[in-house]
């Protein structure tokens, strides 16, 4: 369909890196800026691309335009009204995770999809990864035997600056939980399954924003698996996806360290720097045991940037080429597993995936 133009919703941190892939894929241009902020406007005008307000406004010039695809990458709380307003004017979008703010709001976005063909992809961009994918090929593969435990980490440190430029990330629906842990969750899925019950406790000691810091959790997996996760925006440590897998340089890379541990019944896997336990074959055929002395590998992995590879999965998609990766229902699952993290925090219970109605 030749050159796909692109406009880009919200010109923060995430938008601008869009941006940036945009202008860099020779298949695709940026189309638009879409933000109020007046240093939107001004970024705007430096790449010398047309801006607007509001994706309302933009799209009264759709025709002179030809926006063929929008990624929004919108404050959470705006996702689902941006969705909506694509869907209406018959314009694909991409929606950066997490796909709502609530679970009512994202039930308002599936309920709109239904009455609608165009397509929606949801930013869940590490299922683009080539290391995700070779790790969840490895665990279905059965190499590592039965899951029984999974540990999971996504510990980093948040400047003052970062919440400065985004007042919303200190209130409700911009902390760490679903702006960070929502990827996280995804990610679990993506490799272990679904979830059936989580078990959480948080805390905002540090920051004493309206919203959490630091959170913990345990996950039962519908497999029987068990998993736990640490998730803080407040601490020096290296132990997150962002500094271990080294896929966005802008982030100093720890190489040697890991943000997963599957474990099972016929070894483990350390994720992302792909390292395997696994006991050898015995000469006498005698069962392994903890006296056994593991053999070490290494699973290869061809790094690539998933955004960069999102975007040409976004640009299959306008084409109608290919099926969204990750659709707003399968996104709500994602959702879903945060929502059952916030509830479980509010009142000190486990809670049941199964007990929180999606549709």
């Given at each position: 369909?030749g050159?796909?133009?692109?406009?880009v919703?919200?010109?923060?941190?995430i938008?601008?890196?869009?941006?940036e892939?945009?202008?860099?894929?020779?298949?695709?241009?940026?189309?638009?800026?879409?933000?109020?902020?007046?240093?939107?406007?001004a970024?705007?005008?430096?790449?010398n691309?047309?801006?607007f307000n509001?994706?309302?406004?933009?799209?009264?010039?759709?025709?002179t335009?030809?926006?063929?695809?929008?990624?929004?990458a919108?404050?959470?709380?705006?996702?689902?009204?941006?969705?909506l307003?694509?869907?209406?004017?018959?314009?694909?979008?991409?929606?950066e995770?997490?796909?709502?703010?609530t679970?009512?709001?994202?039930?308002q976005l599936?309920?709109?999809?239904?009455m609608?063909?165009?397509?929606?992809?949801?930013?869940?961009?590490?299922?683009?990864?080539s290391?995700?994918q070779?790790?969840?090929q490895?665990?279905?593969?059965?190499?590592?035997?039965?899951i029984?435990?999974?540990?999971?980490?996504?510990?980093?440190?948040?400047?003052?600056?970062?919440?400065?430029?985004?007042?919303?990330?200190?209130?409700p629906?911009?902390?760490?939980?679903?702006?960070?842990?929502?990827?996280?969750m995804?990610?679990?899925?993506?490799?272990?399954?679904?979830?059936?019950?989580?078990h959480?406790?948080?805390?905002?000691?540090?920051?004493q924003?309206?919203?959490?810091?630091?959170a913990?959790?345990?996950?039962?997996?519908?497999s029987g698996?068990?998993?736990?996760?640490?998730?803080?925006?407040?601490?020096?440590?290296?132990r997150?996806?962002?500094?271990?897998?080294?896929?966005?340089?802008?982030?100093?890379?720890?190489?040697?360290?890991?943000?997963?541990?599957?474990?099972?019944?016929?070894?483990?896997?350390?994720?992302?720097?792909?390292?395997?336990?696994?006991?050898?074959?015995?000469?006498?055929?005698?069962?392994?045991?903890?006296w056994?002395?593991f053999?070490e590998?290494?699973?290869?992995?061809?790094a690539?940037?998933p955004?960069?590879?999102q975007?040409?999965?976004?640009?299959d998609?306008?084409?109608?080429?290919?099926?969204?990766?990750?659709t707003a229902?399968?996104?709500?699952?994602?959702l879903?597993?945060?929502?059952?993290?916030?509830?479980?925090?509010?009142?000190?219970?486990?809670?049941f995936?199964?007990?929180?109605?999606?549709h």
């Amino acid at each position: 369909m030749g050159i796909i133009s692109l406009a880009v919703a919200g010109a923060g941190l995430i938008g601008r890196r869009h941006m940036e892939l945009i202008t860099a894929n020779a298949q695709t241009r940026l189309g638009a800026v879409v933000d109020p902020t007046p240093v939107a406007m001004a970024f705007a005008a430096s790449l010398n691309v047309p801006h607007f307000n509001s994706l309302d406004e933009m799209f009264t010039q759709q025709g002179t335009l030809k926006i063929n695809g929008v990624i929004l990458a919108t404050p959470n709380p705006l996702h689902v009204s941006g969705a909506l307003t694509c869907a209406r004017h018959g314009v694909p979008a991409l929606i950066e995770k997490p796909v709502a703010d609530t679970l009512a709001n994202g039930r308002q976005l599936l309920n709109a999809l239904t009455m609608s063909k165009v397509p929606m992809l949801v930013g869940h961009h590490r299922r683009h990864s080539s290391t995700l994918q070779a790790a969840r090929q490895a665990i279905s593969s059965g190499q590592l035997g039965r899951i029984v435990t999974v540990m999971g980490s996504a510990q980093f440190y948040k400047p003052d600056s970062y919440f400065a430029q985004g007042p919303w990330r200190s209130q409700p629906g911009g902390g760490p939980i679903l702006i960070n842990l929502i990827h996280e969750m995804d990610n679990l899925r993506f490799l272990c399954g679904e979830v059936e019950s989580v078990h959480a406790i948080a805390s905002n000691a540090v920051r004493q924003f309206a919203v959490e810091d630091t959170a913990v959790m345990t996950l039962q997996f519908t497999s029987g698996a068990l998993g736990t996760f640490t998730l803080s925006d407040t601490v020096a440590a290296p132990r997150s996806w962002e500094h271990t897998s080294g896929e966005n340089t802008a982030y100093p890379r720890s190489p040697t360290e890991d943000c997963y541990f599957v474990a099972g019944t016929a070894g483990s896997l350390a994720v992302p720097t792909m390292r395997t336990w696994q006991y050898a074959v015995q000469a006498d055929g005698a069962e392994p045991g903890w006296w056994t002395p593991f053999v070490e590998g290494q699973l290869p992995v061809d790094a690539i940037d998933p955004l960069a590879a999102q975007l040409e999965h976004f640009c299959d998609v306008i084409a109608g080429s290919a099926q969204p990766i990750v659709t707003a229902e399968d996104a709500m699952q994602s959702l879903l597993m945060v929502e059952a993290v916030r509830q479980s925090i509010a009142t000190g219970h486990t809670v049941f995936l199964r007990d929180i109605a999606i549709h």
